[in-house]
């Protein structure tokens, strides 16, 4: 460790050793949320969203203007994010190889938020086995003018279905509208097996519930009902994780809640990254212990 680096520093960063360039830049303007204070954020976020978020292939939202201003996703590495954000070439469907990027301790969050990220979405498999999911996302997607006590039942509906097929399924609130359901897996099945199981679980729940559910993506289809996004889980595609702050007005969190909590929730924006105490103590939580954990395989149908 270099000691006099650390002295040449004005204001050191506690818990990380990236410099966060404009500190003081509004990222959330209507929040008042400056870059360092999600930096900050992200820093104390870290040690829970590691167990989610590193070493699986990531994209990122970035707004290095802010949020108000132009942002833009980001699958590739465009070189600059220094040494804390790791790359690992994965085949595209065209048979090239491309560099995706992944992280591996808070560091690696912060050089991206030193990037001008808010936003982390993972892919449903860790770059050590790329091709064998290790999770299942169903993004309960409502149609405009729904209620969110709409989409609470359709979660629960979605998590009684699975349980039937032996499966143990987990509730996230996106930070933006719906509720995303979380099925661990341990890697196995490979993406066609786990893409056509989303598929037809989608669609055998729309076709039972026509009147409630969607399995197809149009907005017209969706008119009144929850659209049942399985599209989540196809090779290559990504979901929002556990703790990511949305590039939203007042900052919202994607927040991890037992199914008993999400029936006292008033939203899938609940939590804000002012809530970052809150945030920390529940992930500690009696009511989070083992969220998200389940050693399960895709039942054989
Ligand atoms: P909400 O609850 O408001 O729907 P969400 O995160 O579920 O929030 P969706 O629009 O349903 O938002 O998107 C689902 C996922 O699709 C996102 O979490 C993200 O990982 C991925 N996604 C979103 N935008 C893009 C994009 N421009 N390109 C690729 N994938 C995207
Ligand atoms: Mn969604
Ligand atoms: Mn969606």
């Keep these: 460790r270099d000691v006099t680096a650390e002295k040449a520093m004005p204001t050191p960063q506690p818990r990380s050793d990236v410099t966060i360039s404009h500190p003081d830049r509004l990222i959330f303007p209507e929040a008042k949320i400056s870059k360092g204070q999600l930096a ?3 820093a104390a976020m870290g040690g829970a969203m590691l167990p989610w978020i590193a ?3 990531i994209s990122l939202v970035r707004c290095p203007q802010g949020r108000a201003k132009k942002c833009f996703f980001q699958k590739h590495d465009s070189g600059s994010f220094g040494d804390h954000v790791k790359h690992v070439p994965i085949r595209e469907k065209d048979g090239s190889k491309e560099d995706y990027l992944y992280v591996e301790d808070t560091d690696g969050l912060i050089a991206c938020v030193q990037m001008g990220a808010i936003e982390f979405h993972g892919w449903g498999s860790l770059v050590r086995d790329v091709e064998r999911p290790d999770r299942m996302v169903f993004d309960l997607d409502p149609d405009e003018g729904l209620d969110f006590g709409d989409v609470k039942k359709a979660a629960r509906d979605i998590r009684r ?7 143990t399924s987990f509730a996230m609130l996106s930070g933006g509208k719906g509720v995303h359901v979380v099925v661990p897996l341990t890697p196995e099945a490979e993406w066609p097996q786990v893409k056509d199981f989303a598929d037809r679980f989608a669609r055998a729940l729309a076709a039972s519930e026509p009147d409630r559910f ?7 289809k969706r008119k009144g009902r929850i659209f049942i996004d399985w599209l989540r889980n196809q090779r290559g595609a990504t979901a929002v994780l556990p703790y990511v702050v949305r590039a939203r007005e007042l900052a919202p969190v994607a927040a991890p809640v037992s199914w008993d909590e999400l029936a006292d929730m008033d939203g899938a924006a609940h939590f804000t990254v002012k809530d970052v105490a809150a945030l920390l103590d529940r992930a500690s939580s009696r009511a ?3 969220w998200g954990v389940a050693r399960q395989l895709l039942p054989a149908v």
């Design 55 to 57: 070493g699986r292939p």
């Design 214 to 220: 969607t399995a197809t993506m149009s907005k017209a």
């Design 161 to 167: 279905a699975l349980d039937d097929l032996g499966l």
């Design 288 to 290: 989070l212990r083992g």
């Design 40 to 42: 900050d954020y992200y």
